[in-house]
């Protein structure tokens, strides 16, 4: 059974039972900021589970792609040394909220391994948690399953964590029993049973996990039962089909041949067994998705991981043997392998393509660099029989060279080799913040919220008069009151505050009681539905239960929808004028412009941009009704609304339409289009592989910023004594006069030198059987001096010429030292003499250097002490 067959017949099958087939969600999960990337198919539902979120079905069924790369979430190291570990996999999952619970569960996942799938079901045994007597039963009296093939796992004797078989999304929260099935290989393949003490042997493999959230776990510990019983379940796709094709390996399956083979066609490499070709196809996938989900190679946060997965699968290359560009050329297979699943790889194959060939291109060079160093290093280590790598070195690499830090680690461990752990650390803490994961990965202040949503009343209103406050937060904790001086973190069961979202920043103001003043700073999501406002109490008292007013600042919030709503129109200009290809990879709108990423594979030309402002301004000038709708996802799409791939819409969603713009937006908008006042774009430019980006200013902003380019302007046409209509041939004369000058310029300084060449020579003293020239030219550039000192060496056969001339206050140095006495005498150590007294330095070769400097009162002291360096050095 192809993988393609299995992933289909997961769904149809949970579909005939009553479950919604769910799209995928992005890689980049929106609901959770405490992830780098979506790692299991619960992930968008995780709001459901806590209630914070309604669907309209009770049942779902997904096949969900996950990355495990990054973060607490990691299994990048493990790829190619193991037979079932990936960055990226598919996870199969059935979900029930508060619709059939155990009972059903085991049913479902019996009858399709053993009757879909036809599993014998004397090679499957389960292990159930060892108080969860009710899943055990089923198991034995319903399923008819051996007691001896039922696992317990977990005591109260310490032999085993209980947390093995019990599942908790966090510390605090939804959480219940596990029951997981796994099939077992046979004896020829060593390996104990679930919970002995061989049990990371490979005989017994786990295929899939179901979890009852049967309980919620409070903050001091306590299980009480859950109200609305869920269930979530996940099976790794390639596992089952490593299982349902016969093979060991998850590396065996057809998709993965097909890959490794391409791999191998790539590299040039024909044993296909080779542990480096399936590290190749598993990171082509990951990096392919990756980008799909709009991620782009980066030194920071998920493109940082991009980068490194995309690096490592480069390595991997090089240690077939293979030094040409040949990663990228894989796009092409993973696109026949998985389109038919996910079609959004054929749409976006050329961009990923080109994504990878230019992170390729950038890291030839050092790969070359990273390995020829690495490979002395560790020569030297096993000549001196050591298994210690400085971590300083391993530092340098990543931070000099641009050799990431995974790959040196990779290396060390291919040779028994550690990095010095100690060193390392150490080197790392100058750099962590741009290793670890950005504040924009952490939920807001990490707080642990349980309660009903906030009902944003900010589309409608500037103000809540009658808020409630239901929670405070204070580092993290929760609070029943806040006093003045202290900052915090309060939640309102209604508000006008927009929180941060969809690139438009949260909104600040003030909530206020008849006592009390608290200032909001910003404005963010706590969970889905519910808002925090973060400030400070400025003077009074405010405790839970408190009614209050709810204020935003509402100047800034009218320039940020202008901006906002300036950046759909943009979007839609940028199709019309570019292409359709054009797709929004990134934007952050707030009260002074809009920064808007998209892909594109050039420049915008000046009249390409002009057409854009045209555009945007004419549908401005048109002061259409900005139209809000509510419709169905499908609806909207159906209608022409766009929609991105790297957000996650609810079944609910909102189309904003404003002039020939229709996209789906939870964000703030002007009522007309002609609030907008006016839209002048300031900047375009690229910022990764095929990704440029847009900065643009509107209403007030943008007037200003006209203003301030007309006054530039007449000034400068003042200064040529021009009218500004005038300015450009102007300056186009006084151009071709500058260069005339500097031609003649160039000419009188290389006149002088030459007029100065013979007065030089004669300047020239005989120390110890050399001829020393210590000098200083009068208004020569480095490049005269420079010259100069060639042509007087070419006139003597022992020499040292040291040349210095002094142009605005800052001095240039030039050392010149005839071959055949360099090994005594080196020109860079002597420019350097003389430049660290004049306060500079410098730097060249033995024969040539060059050095500069900033105080010219101290050069003739300076040359005159070359004559005695030189004695000293004779």
């Known amino acids: 059974m192809k993988t393609a067959e299995i992933r289909e017949k997961f769904l149809k099958f949970f579909e005939s039972k009553g479950h919604t087939i769910v799209h995928c969600s992005s890689l980049v999960p929106s609901n959770d900021p405490t992830l780098l990337f979506t790692n299991s198919g619960m992930v968008q539902f995780k709001d459901v589970f806590l209630s914070a979120e309604t669907r309209p079905y009770s049942r779902a069924v997904t096949s969900q792609p996950s990355i495990r790369a990054g973060g607490k979430h990691n299994d990048l190291e493990n790829v190619g040394h193991t037979t079932r570990h990936h960055t990226f996999f598919e996870m199969l999952g059935n979900f029930s909220f508060g619709d059939y619970f155990k009972h059903d569960t085991i049913h479902y996942a019996w009858e399709l391994l053993t009757r879909v799938y036809k599993l014998p079901p004397e ?505 809000a709708q509510v419709m169905s996802f499908d609806n909207a799409v159906k209608s022409g609304a766009t929609a991105l791939f790297s957000e996650k819409y609810v079944d609910e969603v909102r189309v904003i339409d404003l002039g020939f713009s229709r996209e789906l937006c939870g964000g703030t908008h002007v009522q007309r289009t002609g609030d907008i006042g006016l839209f002048k774009i300031i900047f375009e430019g690229g910022v990764a592989a095929n990704i440029r980006r847009i900065e643009a200013i509107t209403g007030d902003n943008a007037v200003r910023y006209v203003h301030n380019l007309e006054s530039m302007l007449s000034e400068a046409a003042a200064v040529l004594k021009v009218r500004p209509i005038e300015l450009t041939p102007r300056l186009a004369q006084v151009r071709d006069q500058l260069k005339v000058l500097k031609k003649e310029l160039a000419q009188l300084r290389s006149k002088f030198a030459t007029n100065s060449r013979d007065e030089l020579l004669n300047q020239t003293v005989d120390v110890a059987g050399v001829y020393v020239l210590a000098a200083k030219l009068e208004g020569v550039d480095v490049k005269t001096l420079r010259e100069t000192a060639d042509e007087l060496k070419d006139k003597l056969n022992h020499a040292v010429i040291v040349l210095a001339s002094v142009y605005s206050s800052k001095v240039s140095l030039i050392a010149s030292v005839t071959t055949n006495i360099s090994k005594n005498i080196r020109a860079d150590e002597l420019v350097n003499f003389v430049a660290k007294q004049v306060g500079g330095k410098g730097g060249g070769c033995s024969y040539i250097a060059q050095a500069g400097g900033t105080d010219p009162s101290q050069l003739p002291e300076a040359l005159l002490s070359v004559k005695e360096w030189i004695r000293a050095r004779l």
């Open 123 to 627: 090679k499957l045994i389960v292990t159930v948690y060892y108080e969860d007597d009710e899943a055990y039963h089923i198991w034995n009296h319903e399923i008819g399953l051996p007691l001896e093939r039922i696992i317990r796992i977990g005591d109260n004797k310490g032999t085993r964590y209980a947390s093995d078989n019990f599942w908790q999304m966090a510390d605090t929260g939804p959480c219940g029993p596990c029951s997981e099935i796994f099939y077992d290989h046979g004896p020829q393949v060593s390996g104990g049973v679930p919970g002995s003490a061989d049990e990371s042997g490979d005989r017994f493999i786990e295929i899939w996990n179901l979890v009852f959230m049967q309980f919620n776990r409070d903050v001091q510990g306590n299980l009480k039962p859950l109200s609305k019983q869920c269930v979530d379940t996940g099976m790794g796709l390639e596992r089952l089909a490593a299982v349902l094709q016969h093979v060991h390996s998850n590396y065996e399956i057809d998709l993965f041949q097909r890959l490794i083979a391409a791999a191998a066609r790539e590299t040039g490499i024909s044993d296909l067994a080779h542990n480096s070709l399936k590290v190749i196809a598993d990171h082509i996938r990951t990096c392919s998705f990756m980008i799909v989900n709009g991620v782009i190679p980066e030194n920071e946060g998920r493109g940082y991981v991009l980068r490194r997965i995309a690096r490592r699968a480069i390595r991997h290359g090089y240690k077939l043997g293979c030094k040409h560009l040949f990663f990228h050329q894989l796009v092409k297979d993973l696109v026949n392998e998985m389109a038919g699943a996910y079609p959004e790889l054929k749409l976006e194959q050329q961009h990923i393509t080109d994504v990878l060939r230019q992170e390729e291109e950038r890291f030839s060079g050092t790969i070359e660099q990273g390995l020829s160093i690495l490979d002395i290093v560790f020569s030297d280590l096993l000549a001196r029989g050591l298994t210690v790598l400085d971590g300083e070195l391993a530092f340098k690499l990543h931070d000099t060279y641009g050799f990431p830090l995974d790959l040196t680690a990779d290396m060390c461990r291919e040779r028994g080799i550690n990095i010095d752990q100690v060193v390392f650390n150490e080197a790392m803490k100058r750099q962590r913040e741009k290793a670890r994961t950005a504040s924009k990965f952490q939920m807001a202040q990490d707080i642990s919220y349980i309660g009903g949503k906030t009902i944003f009343r900010g589309y409608d209103t500037h103000m809540c008069n009658d808020a409630k406050i239901v929670a405070i937060y204070t580092n993290s904790i929760t609070v029943p009151l806040l006093q003045a001086g202290y900052q915090g973190v309060i939640v309102l069961d209604q508000t006008p505050f927009y929180a941060e979202s969809g690139g438009q920043i949260g909104d600040q103001g003030t909530i206020t009681s008849s006592t009390a003043c608290f200032t909001v700073s910003d404005t963010r999501k706590v969970r889905a539905n519910v808002v925090g406002h973060h400030g400070i109490l400025e003077h009074g008292e405010l405790k839970v239960g408190d009614i209050v007013s709810a204020c935003i600042d509402v100047r800034r919030r009218t320039r940020t929808a202008r901006n906002h709503s300036a950046t759909h129109l943009m979007h839609k200009a940028l199709r019309e004028v570019l292409g359709l290809h054009v797709q929004q990879k990134g934007s952050l709108v707030d009260p002074e412009k809009t920064r808007f990423d998209f892909l594109h594979n050039k420049p915008l030309s000046n009249d390409e941009i002009y057409n854009i402002e045209e555009l945007v301004n004419a549908e401005i000038f048109a002061n259409t009704l900005s139209i």
